[in-house]
């Protein structure tokens, strides 16, 4: 990662993220007993998820797409901030900064559609997946080289680690 990216990345205290092609692989799956859309998610991306917020990181979604799955996944890794059913994306990550008292060169944003990127020009340091549109890669700062839903989000959550020097704690395992 370029010297610049590195410091974009040291200076990220909030990590917000889509979820649709982002954290999933953008395919849904209609639950017609629940009357739900149902959506995998990758165990390594939800890791991810759960280091920053143990390194005492703030954590947020932001999608248009609101399911009962989507708010069971994220209340269960511990996320900060949850705004689900929200195309303009803008009044959201802004309440979030609030919140987690941070301005855009403190916040990470990673989307993958053209509804994203009004937040993917605003955020300090800003992602996407290597399968979205070449549009939407012409406005962010970092392009994953996996999918989304397969460990894209991880990927630059390891980026950032490696930035700030941010270890998982194993002692537990050992």
């Given amino acids: 990662m370029k010297p610049e990216l590195i410091d974009k990345l040291k200076k990220i205290k909030l990590f917000l993220f889509d979820v649709d092609g982002i954290l999933t692989d953008g395919k849904i799956i209609w639950d017609s007993n629940n009357n739900e859309f149902l959506r995998t998610y ?3 991306d939800g890791y991810g998820l759960r280091l920053l917020i143990e390194g005492g990181y703030k954590v947020g979604i932001i999608s248009g797409g609101d399911s009962k799955n989507v708010r069971k996944r ?3 890794l511990g996320a900060h901030y949850m705004y689900l059913g929200k195309l303009d994306k803008r ?3 802004l309440d979030a900064q609030k919140k987690a008292g ?3 060169s403190e916040t990470l944003y990673m989307g ?6 009004p937040l993917l020009n605003k955020a300090g340091f800003s992602a996407t997946v290597a399968d979205t549109t070449d549009e ?3 406005y962010v700062d970092y392009i994953t080289t996996k999918h989304g839903g397969h460990g894209a989000v991880r990927e630059v959550i390891d980026h950032f680690r490696n930035a ?7 002692k537990d395992f050992e």
């Fill in 136 to 138: 939407v890669k012409s």
């Fill in 164 to 170: 700030v020097d941010l270890k998982a704690n194993i």
């Fill in 42 to 44: 990758h165990i390594r």
């Fill in 112 to 117: 993958d559609e053209l509804f994203d990127t």
């Fill in 102 to 104: 941070v301005n855009d």
């Fill in 91 to 93: 009044e959201s990550y």
């Fill in 74 to 76: 994220f209340e269960i």
